[in-house]
């Protein structure tokens, strides 16, 4: 069984409906740590080596958040300044995070149309999130496809109810070590793994 810590960001939580209908959904599983960033250090003090500790212990490292500003909510910036140090996750010898696997978690209020060449966003989410990636990559961690929900103005309850079952199903997956790698390569969001009937 893979551990799980998710890296949780959301400035007003008690705000949240995505969210937080996602993190309820997943944070009773086994081999899951909600590492949540905010009510932790609501002053921005990171504890670096109690983060890096936890780090050490999981093996799939998730960021979930709202996509603010075609990004992350301020914490995680910070977070990922201060706690991704040189010599411990990258560099000659930093290799603590090294074979471990790494996935965002985000909602957009914009639909999925708008998140492409032609649409408004005119960047694709996994260009958006390239930073994220490239960091990941740079800790010699392997990448999974995000997870997202998008258009989150328009989701009524029962909406945002499957995504978050959706969501719970994909962690179990991960945890469990049941995900197909071949079928990783050709999906564009985690999502694409859980099956519906038309
Ligand atoms: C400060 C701020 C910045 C935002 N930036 C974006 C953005 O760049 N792209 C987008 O699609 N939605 C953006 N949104 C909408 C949020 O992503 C959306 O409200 C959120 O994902 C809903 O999740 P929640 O119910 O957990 O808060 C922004 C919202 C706020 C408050």
């Known amino acids: 069984m893979k551990k799980i810590l998710i890296l949780f960001a959301h400035p007003a939580f008690h705000k949240s409906l995505i969210n937080k209908t996602l993190m309820e959904a997943i944070k009773d599983l086994d081999g899951v740590t909600v590492n949540n960033l905010y009510e932790k250090y609501p002053d921005f003090f990171i504890d670096v080596p109690v983060e890096q500790k936890l780090l050490t212990q999981h093996d799939i490292i998730i960021w979930q958040h709202p996509f603010y500003w075609y990004s992350a909510p301020a914490i995680i910036k910070e977070w990922m300044d201060l706690v991704l140090q040189h010599g411990f996750a990258y560099g000659t010898h930093g290799r603590a995070l090294e074979g471990k696997w790494a996935m965002s978690c985000i ?9 492409s060449a ?15 990636i490239q960091s990941a990559s740079l800790c010699r961690m392997e990448n999974l496809p995000p997870f997202v929900v998008h258009g989150s103005n328009t989701l009524s309850r029962d909406d945002i109810k499957k995504f978050a079952d959706d969501y719970r199903k994909v962690i179990t997956l991960l945890r469990d070590n049941e995900i197909d790698s071949e079928q990783l390569n050709t999906m564009e969001y985690m999502n694409e793994i859980i099956k519906h009937d038309a």
Not at 107 to 115: A, D, L, M, N, W
Not at 118 to 132: D, S
């Open 107 to 115: 909602s957009t209020g914009g639909r999925k149309e708008v998140y």
């Open 118 to 132: 032609e649409g408004k966003n005119r960047y694709t989410i996994n260009q958006f999130l390239a930073p994220f």
